[in-house]
């Protein structure tokens, strides 16, 4: 195992924080559009989404850090999968205001979210028990993304 390197860990959580940060520059302002469409019932402002991914992005980082450090590695690949679905979302539902495909797009992120935390449970258990508020996160906002293809 790697011994801790608080410069690998930053590194680690900056990028999951900047992969948030770009696709949301890239999507636009979010906060228009949120405002105009049909939403289901237990939607939340939308001042709750920012707040929530940061937080979320940071246990990302956090989390891959810690399989890092073990040194078994193969996991990280996943997890950059998903990453790497998950920049794509707010681009396609926000900037091209594709429902539908954002909806279907959600559905791929659940299911890789859940592999990931369990390829990281194969490594490291704490890694994997980090995300699962981000899995619980990732079933809310399918939940939203397919209620909002229905409804609009």
Known sequence: MKKFSLTDLLIFIITAELTGAVSALIAGDFSVL???IIKP??????????????ILYAIMGISAYMIYKTGKNSSLKIYIFQLTVNFSWSIIFFRFRLFTF??????ILF????IMIFAF???????????????LWSTFAT??????????
């Open 111 to 114: 299911i890789l979210v859940g």
């Open 41 to 54: 019932s237990f939607s939340p402002p939308a001042l709750v989404f920012p707040v929530t991914w940061g």
């Open 143 to 152: 939940y939203l993304s397919i209620g909002i293809c229905i409804l609009n």
């Open 121 to 135: 449970s194969k490594v490291r258990k704490a890694s994997a028990l980090l995300n699962i508020p981000y899995l």
């Open 34 to 36: 949120y405002s105009q």
């Open 102 to 107: 954002a909806a279907i797009v959600s559905i």
